[in-house]
């Protein structure tokens, strides 16, 4: 039997009618219909379920003067679908075979609570890079330029709820969600939807956008080892090591990647390491050319920081590929910090009770505070101490190491 109270002469002609093109036993209204926040211009969404067949069909129509809009799947279909099956979260059963369509809604109640795929730190900075490119060449003044606009507008919703951990169900609902939310994103927002908006403007949500998603990058996130990070080592190793190995000692994948089993940051930590600082200046015009920035020492003796403007900053690039996230350090050979990064990670490598203990740590850490590296660095220092003390370190150096660990220091 039909939902009468939600059923008006449209949509039953048009449901009578699906039912004779496909034979159709189940019928859920979604979207703004079903919410009740519908206009006249409102079009009528609707799921429908059918028996046979192996295609997913799309019906639309312009009928009795409305948009008419229906997906139509075959039972064989229900248990493949996911994602698409959010689009009828808060939907209304119209007509059903047994009780199908009501557990189909609460399958998408599910889902829904469940969020839609995590992104990788490194797929989150693809998109911000190409957010970035696409800003730039919307100050093309021709139809290129103008089609972009519209495309950087139309993507950047979708890509920034994706990062989010939102899902993104459509301008209407999407932009109640962003107003209630990010309210200043949205301020941002409507002002470069203006007819005739200024490439100020639109530079201005992007900027602002960017921002957020810095403060989402720089969560502490912990996960289990991933054979991957070696892949990605082998991979910057290729990159960098043939550049400067004719004045370089070697080069090292340090911290936690570098340990098969432990968990950690998906970040990779690599230390090229010189003999004297006679070849430093040759090293970061080298690195420079590679696209690293060179940021000083940082406050740490003997280890010179570098930045990849294609993994950590948000310039415009050209290029091909974003590189993985990872940090790039060049370090004397005799330095205490490089000391530090190769006995810690010799010893996890050779030691699975401290691996297993150092990555639980880790882990109560990231969720004790989840926005706060510095409290998270400072957390670990005791135990990488107990690690050092055992491999002769003097008590001045561990002093140092612990200084380094517990007082902020500007940090990627």
């Known amino acids: 039997m039909m939902n009468a109270k939600t059923i008006d002469l449209p949509l039953s002609e048009y449901i009578t009618n699906l039912q004779a093109m496909y034979q159709c036993h189940t019928f859920i209204l979604y979207g703004s219909r079903a919410r009740g926040d519908f206009t006249t211009n409102s079009d009528y969404d609707l799921f429908a379920i059918k028996e046979y067949g192996e295609e997913i069909i799309h019906d639309a129509r312009f009928f009795h003067d409305f948009y008419l809009d229906a997906f139509i799947?075959?039972?064989?279909?229900?248990?493949?679908?996911?994602?698409?099956?959010?689009?009828?979260?808060?939907?209304?059963?119209?007509?059903?075979?047994?009780?199908?369509?009501?557990?189909l809604l609460e399958h998408a109640e599910e889902i829904y609570k469940r969020g839609p795929k995590k992104l990788s730190p490194l797929e989150i900075q693809v998109k911000r890079v190409w957010a970035q490119k696409m800003l730039a060449r919307t100050c093309q003044e021709d139809i290129e330029g103008n089609y972009r606009r519209s495309w950087l507008?139309?993507?950047?919703?979708?890509?920034?709820?994706?990062?989010?951990?939102?899902?993104y169900r459509g301008p209407k609902e999407s932009f109640c969600v962003l107003e209630k939310l990010q309210p200043k994103i949205f301020e941002y927002y409507e002002r470069a939807l203006r007819p005739n908006a200024s490439h100020e403007a639109i530079s201005?949500?992007?900027?602002?956008?960017?921002?957020?998603?810095?403060?989402?990058?720089?969560?502490?996130?912990?996960?289990?080892?991933?054979?991957?990070?070696?892949?990605?080592?082998?991979?910057?190793?290729?990159?960098?090591?043939?550049?400067?190995?004719?004045?370089?000692?070697?080069?090292?994948?340090?911290?936690?990647?570098?340990?098969?089993?432990?968990?950690?940051?998906?970040?990779?930590?690599?230390?090229?390491v010189i003999s004297?600082?006679?070849?430093?200046?040759?090293?970061?015009?080298?690195?420079?050319?590679?696209?690293?920035?060179?940021?000083?020492?940082?406050?740490?003796?003997?280890?010179?920081?570098?930045?990849?403007?294609?993994?950590?900053?948000?310039?415009?690039?050209?290029?091909?590929?974003?590189?993985?996230?990872?940090?790039?350090?060049?370090?004397?050979?005799?330095?205490?910090a490089l000391k530090n990064h190769l006995i810690l990670r010799d010893y996890l490598l050779n030691n699975q009770l401290a691996r297993e203990e150092y990555g639980e740590l880790k882990r109560t850490l990231a969720k004790k505070f989840p926005t706060d590296i510095d409290h998270y660095v400072d957390g670990k220092s005791s135990f990488i101490i107990s690690i050092l003390q055992k491999h002769g370190l003097e008590l001045e150096q561990l002093q140092e190491i612990e200084k380094i660990n517990t007082i902020p220091h500007k940090r990627e």
């Not at 919703?157 to 951990?165: A, C, K, N, T, V």
């Not at 020492?297 to 993985?324: I, K, L, N, Q």
């Open 153 to 167: 507008l139309m993507a950047l919703i979708e890509d920034y709820f994706q990062i989010r951990g939102w899902w």
């Open 204 to 272: 201005n949500l992007v900027s602002e956008i960017d921002r957020d998603l810095t403060t989402i990058l720089r969560s502490v996130v912990v996960e289990d080892y991933n054979p991957l990070w070696a892949k990605e080592f082998a991979e910057l190793k290729a990159k960098i090591w043939p550049h400067v190995c004719d004045i370089a000692i070697s080069i090292e994948h340090v911290g936690s990647t570098a340990v098969p089993g432990l968990a950690a940051k998906p970040i990779i930590d690599i230390d090229i």
């Open 73 to 103: 799947y075959p039972e064989s279909k229900l248990t493949s679908a996911r994602e698409e099956l959010i689009r009828i979260r808060g939907g209304i059963v119209l007509l059903q075979k047994d009780d199908i369509g009501t557990k």
């Open 276 to 336: 004297s600082n006679d070849t430093l200046c040759e090293i970061i015009n080298r690195l420079q050319k590679l696209g690293y920035d060179h940021r000083g020492d940082m406050g740490v003796a003997g280890r010179e920081a570098f930045r990849h403007r294609d993994t950590y900053t948000s310039a415009v690039t050209t290029s091909a590929a974003v590189a993985p996230a990872h940090h790039l350090y060049v370090c004397l050979k005799d330095s205490l």
